[in-house]
């Protein structure tokens, strides 16, 4: 089914030209006009489609939603795929809060335009609505695993699943921001840091971490 | 001096209208026209002071830093007017800590506006080096307090001064993001909590937490 294929490819190509603006000039220059310039598209045709900034915005938030969706499934279906009992939850909750990590540049560019719809998220309901939900997928996700631990009696005293996994998303958020602010302060390499001493704190038995 | 008084108070003025537009409609909307409009200003007054929007900005932004810096010096004061010995590190630091998390509507307010400045930041240089010294000024002042825990032997085996530091104020902006998109998930008293079993995850001895 080529047509299908085309409409998929040409979504993420003008995706990738409103992240282009987003990087280069910042969110306040993403608008019909101006992504329309940056893809080739014309501007009737790109408002045909998206009939608003804030629609078009709206379509590139969830293609970063998507992303971290597909690799959510990816890594469930790799984890699924071990010999029981070879993954421990410290490790499993670790391999999760990666996702989200700017370990490669796809992951980079998700932080990045995701930190720059948070503001516009205040105020828009819709994309507000579209930041909960995929906020809300992320937060179950390691919401499951953290039960899984606290069921096995894995956690510190006191430490509950639901609680942890609100903490640890707000710790990958604050560290994702300031990583974009200050890189060389915040380097990729101590938010894994970061994120490890986050997790040996939670746990009550410190576990061997396995490098990826 | 009342003249000073008058430009001191006319600043604050503006600052209160440009924050009223960014909390209302967005930053993308808070431009020299729109804060015009709004503070009662001509448009050609306020450009005689700010000439373009980043600038105008970049003052807003700067008032929300001098807020904390009050709030930095108050605290410092107070803590020092305190008998010696009678504040642990584990409290000064929670107090701190408590400067930028949004406990009265002026500490919200300071945590809606820079989150929203945050993107921003991201590709104007002017705003980013104003972005970079207010987050440098609490992270020295967090790195201060952690320092004199580490020299006492205060801290958990491994714990560095310099990186709690940084853990504790990435945890604090991923925390407050959370609260203004989700105050119900992350409203203040629970904001209160994850911040106190951070720090008791940093401290070695758990001291009992003085309510404030």
Known sequence: MPKIVDHVQRRAELAHAVWRVIQRDGIEH?????????????????????PTSDALLGFAMELCFDWIAERLNRLRAEQAA????????FQRIRELAHIVLPLDDQRLLNARVLMS????????????????RGTGMLRMAF???????????????GARADRQARQLLALLDGLNTHHLLAPRDYPVSELVELVDAQLRATFAAQPEVQSG
């Open 30 to 50: 993403a608008s019909v006009r101006t992504v329309a310039a940056e893809s080739g598209w014309s501007t009737g045709a790109l408002r045909h489609y998206f």
């Open 82 to 89: 071990r010999p029981a009992g070879t993954t421990s939850s």
């Open 117 to 132: 719809f948070m503001p516009r998220s205040l105020v828009h309901e819709a994309l507000h609505e579209q930041e909960r």
């Open 143 to 157: 919401t499951e695993v953290f039960e899984v631990a606290e069921r096995a009696g894995e956690l510190v005293p």
